[in-house]
């Protein structure tokens, strides 16, 4: 089973900003499509940003402008900087990546993000 780490999520202040990693270790092949998802306590879990293997990108339009999705290839790793952030920016974050067009199969567990007001 292929495993996703996250790991950047802490506190900040809204204003801050954070970045968030994931990688997939032990892997050696690429992904179609990376991305990164959140979900805030009573609320489902959204698409944030997603990059395919080209590095075309796509974001929710609550956080175009204020967040960059990045990959490294070689290194089966994703960014998520976020700049700019606000309270409700607060949720868990998850990765994800997708080994055949957007079929998320793959996920880590989640790191927390909390921005205060």
């Known amino acids: 089973q292929v495993q996703l780490v996250e790991s950047g999520g802490g506190l900040v202040q809204a204003g801050g900003s954070l970045r968030l990693s994931c990688a997939a270790p032990?892997?050696?092949?690429?992904?179609?499509?990376m991305g990164w998802f959140r979900q805030a306590p009573g609320k489902q879990r959204e698409l944030v940003a997603a990059?395919?293997?080209?590095?075309?990108?796509n974001y929710a339009d609550s956080v175009k402008g204020r967040f960059t999705i990045s990959r490294d290839n070689a290194k089966n790793t994703q960014y998520l900087q976020m700049n700019s952030l606000k309270p409700e920016d607060t949720a868990v974050y998850y990765c994800?990546?997708?080994?055949?067009?957007?079929?998320?199969?793959?996920w880590g567990r989640g790191t927390q993000v909390t921005v205060s007001s």
């Open positions: 994800g990546a997708a080994l055949v067009g957007l079929r998320w199969d793959y």
């Open positions: 032990g892997t050696i092949f690429r992904f179609d499509a």
């Open positions: 990059i395919t293997s080209g590095g075309t990108t």
